[in-house]
């Protein structure tokens, strides 16, 4: 069953001579300036992280979100691609088809503005149109001070150890974009828990820990996900309002399982973006707790003294030692 209508424009790949010539300009160049930048503390760059929250902060713009939008609020490395793929699948009962999943699912916020045009707009009303059920999941990695929240929406949120996401971030990051441009694992937990990162991760867990009981909200983490992945379907199928046969149940569990999505691949990846990275970059082991195979005690502690201080400064009663305060 084809979950949308929308055909992106086609993908070329990068001619040699770009690939070689990035290439030259990449360690003749880039390199040398990245580490400067690196020392000084300016890389990755304060002005593009300042650049991107303003950007993607009106990513929605004037949308109502309406009763046929199941919105996916996880953080950024938090099972996200997980999450669309279960609830696309529940919304079409099992049966959805897709090229890419970006194809049936809108992503307002997309960081890069290249990569819009490869993506659903909201706009476009084929999902919920081919749906049997009329649901259509919409992606966003916003605190939830940015998205428009409504009573007649259904929002599914998601928090994952920030220390594994650290490292799932750091991972994917150095697939995708950075390359041999990456900064080092020290400076990268350094910025991305402080007030120079895009994706301000203790903002988001208490914007949506605040509003968890509400009925229109599911408030989950990647662990509990990882730990029951079946009765996580079976919640959000619960939550959806979708009532799956024995059939339906067992086609979202089999293709929502991470050896199925990874046997899937192109389905699930963003494509390569720059000429020195990868194609695939987003299924790389899916565990939790493991942030010990890249960050030292020390940077896990940081990681973990940071967060803390941070929700009590947003006056959060999340329990984040319970939950995630070990240094594994």
């Known amino acids: 069953m084809r979950a949308s209508d929308f055909s992106p424009p086609p993908r070329r790949p990068h001619p040699a001579w770009v690939r070689f010539g990035s290439y030259a300009l990449l360690y003749g160049l880039g390199v040398p300036l990245v580490k400067t930048l690196e020392t000084f503390g300016r890389w990755p760059s304060p002005s593009l992280a300042k650049g991107i929250r303003a950007r993607t902060a009106k990513a929605f713009g004037d949308y109502a979100p ?109 697939a995708l974009i950075y390359g041999p441009l990456a900064p080092s694992v020290e400076h990268w937990a350094k910025t991305m828990f402080s007030d120079r990162s895009p994706y301000p991760w203790a903002e988001h867990l208490a914007g949506y820990w605040a509003v968890r009981n509400e009925p229109n909200v599911l408030f989950l983490t990647y662990e509990g996900m990882r730990k029951d992945s079946s009765g996580t379907v079976r919640k959000l199928a619960d939550f959806m309002g979708v009532e799956l046969t024995a059939d339906e149940l067992r086609s979202v569990i089999h293709q929502s399982s991470f050896e199925e999505m990874r046997r899937a691949g192109g389905k699930f990846e963003p494509g390569q973006i720059v000429p020195w990275t990868q194609a695939r970059a987003m299924m790389r082991a899916g565990k939790s707790g493991g942030s010990s195979e890249l960050l030292t005690p020390a940077q896990q502690r940081f990681i973990d003294d940071w967060c803390r201080t941070e929700l009590a400064r947003l006056n959060c009663d999340f329990p984040y030692d319970e939950a995630f305060g070990t240094v594994r």
């Open 66 to 174: 309406t009763h046929n939008d199941v919105i996916v609020c996880s953080f950024f490395k938090s099972g996200t691609t997980w999450l669309l793929q279960m609830t696309t699948q529940i919304a079409y009962r099992g049966q959805a088809e897709f090229e890419n999943i970006h194809h049936a699912v809108p992503w307002p916020d997309v960081p890069m503005p290249a990569m819009a045009r490869l993506m659903i707009p909201l706009a476009d009303p084929s999902p919920v149109a081919n749906s049997p059920t009329r649901l259509r999941v919409i992606k966003t990695h916003l605190p939830r001070a940015t998205v428009p929240f409504v009573p007649r929406a259904r929002y599914v949120a998601c928090v994952r150890d920030p220390k594994d996401v650290c490292v799932s971030g750091y991972h994917f990051m150095k």
